[in-house]
């Protein structure tokens, strides 16, 4: 058995490196000072703004956002990237902010409503 498991290694060793080992690290876009995973911000930023639009009865056209804050995100054990984790919204003459809750995998308005 240990003879069988022995040969195993060097094979899941060499595939692992002929792979490059962990996954390349994707584009990223840098927003308000920040550098984050730019598929992530695309796809945050659109359900961002639609809430926003949505809870402070303004435009998408007319909400504006801003990084506040980044985290790191786990795709996988070995494909750990930057995210956003607080946004601040500007939409029309009111301001919000929002906060990525990584456990349930979504955004929430962290602001009292007036």
Not at 51 to 75: G, I, M, N, W, Y
Request: glycine share 8%.
């Amino acid at each position: 058995m240990n003879v069988l498991r022995a040969a195993w290694i060097p094979l899941l060793v060499s595939s692992f490196v002929a792979c490059g080992g962990a996954p390349a690290p994707g584009p990223t876009v840098a927003k308000d000072g920040f550098t984050i995973d730019a598929e992530l911000w695309r796809g945050d930023e659109a359900v961002i703004v639609n809430r926003a639009s949505f809870e402070l009865a303004c435009p998408k056209d007319q909400v504006a956002t801003h990084v506040l804050a980044a985290a790191r995100h786990a795709r996988s054990l070995s494909d750990v990237v930057m995210r956003a984790a607080q946004v601040g919204v500007d939409a029309c003459g009111k301001r919000a902010v929002y906060v990525y809750l990584s456990q349930q995998g979504q955004w929430v308005m962290n602001t009292a409503r007036e």
